[in-house]
């Protein structure tokens, strides 16, 4: 079974850091293009980032950029999103997800085996 596990997440004060990680188990994550997701208390689910790690290539929401860095290791398939100065408004339930078509995209739909999530608690 294809399946994508999501780790990483805890709880920290405004300002500080966290990492997570998006384990593929039955696929090579470098063949794909993986995705990053948050769904906030209330709110709809929305992209964060995205990489190709074959191609080098990332893409971050507005919410993210300067902030979070995307990253893949390739012999640990395993593909990271590290979170720096984080603020109360990060505080969502995190879900990585493999691109069905290699391009980047914010479209939930054009996603698939998401991982379970991981819950990111920012308190200020």
């Known amino acids: 079974d294809v399946q994508l596990q999501a780790s990483g997440g805890g709880s920290v004060q405004a300002g500080g850091s966290l990492r997570l990680s998006c384990v593929g188990y039955?696929?090579?994550?470098?063949?794909?293009?993986i995705g990053w997701f948050r769904q906030a208390p209330g709110k709809e689910r929305e992209w964060v980032s995205y990489i190709e790690s074959r191609v080098i290539s990332t893409s971050y929401a507005d919410s993210a950029k300067g902030r979070f860095t995307i990253s893949s290791d390739i012999d640990k398939n395993t593909v990271y999103l590290q979170m720096n100065s984080l603020k109360v408004e990060d505080t969502a339930v995190y879900y990585c997800?493999?691109?069905?078509?290699?391009?980047?995209?914010?479209?939930?739909?054009?996603?698939?085996?998401w991982g379970q999530g991981t819950q990111v608690t920012v308190s200020s």
């Open positions: 039955g696929l090579t994550l470098d063949d794909f293009g």
């Open positions: 997800a493999k691109g069905i078509f290699l391009r980047a995209t914010m479209e939930e739909y054009e996603y698939s085996h």
